[in-house]
């Protein structure tokens, strides 16, 4: 027993090393992982599917698959995994671990961008390195549509009209006839410009507080 904690603690530490979690940390997530999966070794669409804090979430969809998006493994790597392991879920789930006071400005900077460029992938959907109008106006419409009162058409108008304005900012020269292929990641960082999210953004319906990494439900 004394000789598979010792690799236990050895995996954790490996994976502190790459995820900036705390050995603690990744106990609770690794509980959390558990209950998720049914106890398995990996966990699936279906998993995370069937949590009831999600359901009525209008971006359910693109919160499930950036945990299979292999872009968000802090790799050069593109495409999905059918299933995940805790080590790839515990990658995905640094995306959201805030800055603590040891933080040097140059990390948080890096924090910052890599929160930023998973917001990016989630939205760019064919990875083509462009959040184009198609999958713009996807995500409006969904934001929009759980209100009720607004339709299709109406939700349509409302993203040509940011994207426009987008453009706008972005392209500042852009002709009347020309076309805008749409949001690249570096007009995505403008966009976000000034905005603090290096300790906001934070996953609530996995039962975990991302700013502690305890599961259970948050008392804020």
Not at 98 to 127: C, G, S, V, W, Y
Request: hydrophobic letters at 35%; one cysteine or more.
């Amino acid at each position: 027993m004394g000789a598979s904690q010792t690799r236990s603690e050895h995996k954790y530490q490996d994976l502190a090393d790459k995820t900036g979690f705390s050995l603690e940390q990744i106990t609770n997530l690794h509980k959390r992982f558990q209950q998720l999966s049914g106890n398995e070794d990996t966990l699936s669409r279906q998993n995370l599917d069937n949590i009831p804090a999600l359901a009525n979430n209008p971006i359910r969809n693109q919160i499930i698959e950036a945990f299979f998006d292999k872009r968000n493994q802090h790799q050069d790597e593109v495409g999905s995994f059918n299933e995940i392991g805790f080590e790839q879920f515990l990658m995905v789930m640094s995306h959201f671990r805030p800055p603590t006071l040891k933080t040097t400005e140059e990390e948080k900077e890096a924090l910052r961008k890599e929160k930023l460029r998973f917001l990016f992938n989630m939205h760019d959907t064919d990875n083509d390195g462009t959040i184009t109008l198609v999958e713009y106006r996807k995500v409006v419409e969904e934001l929009l549509s759980k209100s009720g009162a607004i339709e299709q058409e109406t939700a349509k108008a409302i993203a040509d009209a940011a994207m426009l304005e987008v453009a706008s900012t972005n392209v500042p020269d852009m002709a009347p006839d020309d076309f805008y292929e749409g949001i690249t990641f570096e007009h995505f960082e403008q966009i976000l410009k000034g905005l603090e999210m290096e300790s906001r953004m934070h996953i609530r319906f996995l039962d975990v507080d991302t700013t502690t990494m305890r599961c259970g439900k948050s008392t804020s």
